[in-house]
């Protein structure tokens, strides 16, 4: 079973803990505020109210095999750098750590940081497309350039067969299942299915791909702030 120690229970580190918490691993919580340690501690295999800046604290409660730290000292990022930088001589092999700033993320990497998260960028990611077009659903960067995405059948495949419109060599996109759009549940497809007005895509491909069939134009791409104001706002050139 993983184990996973979160270290700071400010926002990112509390959603870290509802997610993992739903999973079979061990999980432990780490706060100096007494208070936010008793409120989760019913989610954590176990709870202890420290002082994370104590590198003899960190020592004395995270072992050095632990699969995974991460790290979220809300606005105070000296102790997210001292933290990160115990772990690493620690020889922790994952230390994943919430940052403020570039600035913030590039000091974490020096000291030992294996993943630096900037919560805000990842949120603008993910949203920003879903505002700009009426067939996206969902939207989800992870790595590298791919996403993946619920994008509403375009009305041009209408009555056409997966076959016909053939999707990985027309649009580098690889179809993973099907849904109704009154329906949560995806099912796999015939190649053979019929596309219908109703029906919703779980695409992966790379981001300008994604974008290209969900109907967002990438012509005022360039034109940065403006040109997304422009978008949403629906002003004429």
Known sequence: M?????????SFGRDMLEE???????IMIID???ELVEKYETKATSAFIADAANEES????????????IIDMGDNIEVSVL????????GVRKIIVKAKSDEHGEVLEIVGATQVIFPNREAAKRITPLLVSSLLFDYLPFGNGLVMAE?????????KTLIEVDLRRTRKLNVIAIRKEVESDYEFFSP?????????FLV???????????????????SGFAGLLKKLLGRKK
Do not use: W
């Open 20 to 26: 993992l918490s739903e999973i079979s691993c061990e």
């Open 83 to 90: 933290v990160t930088n115990y772990l690493s001589k620690m």
């Open 151 to 159: 994008v509403q059948v375009p009305e041009k495949y209408f009555g």
């Open 2 to 10: 993983k184990q996973f120690a979160i270290i700071g229970l400010s």
């Open 192 to 200: 053979n299915y019929h596309l219908q007005p109703d029906d919703i």
């Open 204 to 222: 992966v491909g790379k981001k300008d791909d994604v974008v290209s069939i969900s109907g967002i134009d990438l012509s005022g791409r360039k």
């Open 58 to 69: 960190i020592k004395k409660l995270i072992p050095s095999t632990i699969d995974t730290a």
């Open 32 to 34: 100096k505020n007494a």
